[in-house]
């Protein structure tokens, strides 16, 4: 199973080195962003599979980060995690419906946070932390690698199964041909961005096999998605 990406968005050195130290002892991939610019900045080179964001940020405050990544069809349903300093401000921020998906008080126990950030992730992406996922009428199991689709197996090469286990884990999510690059083949190797358009092409036949539908979205001038109905 690929790695859970997590970032971090928190100005205080300490805090953002200790949660960092935490999540990475429980396999998480973490970085940090200690202001809300460089956030926004990482979140659009490589999509984290959730934010831990800190309300209180130089340059872009924490609640305007999460309502621009609200307002972004490739960034809408990202997990996000709010950290407040105080207990009314926090009865504040749920007032104001930033669209955030949990939010801690601090301080907090490191503990308390790993329980919230896997409740999140059960809840919003079992795609990163299920062996077995449904999304629409794609039924894709991670362990013995079968994906079937409506009551037929379909049969994929192993690119295009982490492919689509890569689009799986954010459903309705458009990624550019880079990002799938960076996700699919990694960081290391260099293939032609062209590559990636030969390997949809080849999922696209295979998923539609049977007649059932393309559920892969092309977004002009963007990339791919999964379609998630
Ligand atoms: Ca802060």
Redesign the pocket.
């Known amino acids: 199973m690929t790695t859970t990406q997590i970032l971090i968005v ?3 050195e300490a805090l953002a080195t200790l949660l960092e130290y935490n999540l990475a002892k429980e396999n998480f991939e973490v970085s940090v962003a200690s202001d809300g610019e460089e956030a926004l900045l990482r979140i659009q080179e490589s999509a984290p599979d959730l934010i831990i964001l ?4 130089p340059s872009v405050s924490g609640i305007e980060i999460c309502r621009r990544l609200r307002s972004k069809p490739e960034t809408q349903n990202l997990p996000i995690i709010m950290l407040t300093a105080r207990s009314e401000e926090a009865d504040r921020i749920r007032g104001l419906d930033t669209g955030a998906d949990d939010y801690l008080t601090k301080p907090f126990s490191t503990n308390e946070l790993i329980a919230r950030v896997r409740a999140v992730l059960r809840r919003i992406r079992p795609g990163l932390v299920e062996d077995k996922v449904i999304v629409g009428d794609i039924e894709v199991d991670r362990v013995s690698h079968r994906v079937i689709r409506g009551d037929k197996e379909i049969h994929l090469g192993p690119t295009e199964f982490r492919l689509l286990d890569h689009f799986i884990q954010h459903p309705g999510r458009v990624f550019s041909r880079e990002q799938l690059l960076n996700a699919v083949w990694g960081t290391d190797v260099f293939v032609e961005v062209r590559t990636v358009d030969v390997h949809i092409g080849r999922l696209r036949k295979a998923l539609n096999k049977y007649k059932q539908g393309d559920p892969i979205r092309t977004v002009r001038s963007a990339g791919y998605a999964l379609e998630t109905g």
């Open positions: 928190e100005d205080e800190d309300w209180m940020l």
